[in-house]
């Protein structure tokens, strides 16, 4: 993901979050229901239809079985200290990477799935949460071997990395459940009132998108600017905005786990030009990536993948397959 759009947690999401209502049911087997010591989040709409999330320690994580071919391709070094270290970023918000309610334990679907490629690979997974500018500082000393956060595609960023894909990168509207209108494109928000977080590409996107709708004779967006959660949820709540636009693995999570608003419209963080993909990221020519790659496409085939993005609730950024090194997001001009 590129640094600017890279979110700090904060104090007013996690707020919301524990005020998500406790429950102790869920199906164990996918990681869902609560375990000792933990909260599961669920619905605050009363309707039995919020996605129930495990905040609590014990994840009860979905699991794979190693594949002994794939195992093998891993580079001797890592296979005898047996021990996949990923690196991903602190200060993520949920759903991404973030902390258990024990304030100690990584969870979130980036960890989940790191967790599957461990088991494919027969490896001990072993977390190192730092903040985003070292994570490439330690996938280049060699220090980690792998990065899982949310890592966006980029010509760029091919010279000196691999890449193995497993997410989509996308931005969302989400809207209070039950709004009866969709976004297709720019047409549909002319004359709606949107919510966005200053400096964001999401606020890039809705400004070009305005201004191409009002050459067009169309009515202006009113565009309002955000910077904290609870405001611009608040807004959302009270009928002050018809949408907020932003990153859609926050928003789908919100969606999912409230049970109050729902996703209108989904679109790729990279603009029109290119579909952004999420990527697990090695040290170029390291070895280590296609065993990854074969890991990947391995667990998306067996249904754990889908399992571990439908428990966080981001099936909408599912991928058909892992790709290797794909086309990424164009170089920026100097």
Known sequence: M?????LRITAALLGLVSALSL????????????GPGGAAASSGSGDGKGLQINLGPDQKRVSTSTVDSIAALVPAEIRRKGTLDVVNSAGSVPPLTFYATDDRTVIGVEPDIASLVADVLGLKLRYHPVDWANIFVGLDSGKYDLGLSN?????ERKEKYDFATYRLDNIAFEAKKGSGWKVRGPRDVAGRTIGVASGTNQEKVLVDWDASNVEKGLKPTDIKIYQNTSDYYLALGSGRLDAYFGPN?????HAASTGQTEIVGTFSGAGDAIQGKIAATTKKDNGLIK??????????RNGTYGRVLKRWGLAN???PSSELNPEGLPKTAS
């Open 291 to 300: 065993p990854v790659h074969e890991a990947l496409n391995t667990v998306i």
């Open 151 to 155: 890592i966006t595609v980029t010509e």
């Open 23 to 34: 429950t102790a049911c869920g199906n164990p087997a996918d990681g869902t229901g609560s």
């Open 317 to 319: 950024e599912a991928v």
């Open 249 to 253: 693995p926050v928003a789908a999570y």
């Open 2 to 6: 590129p640094p600017r759009r890279t």
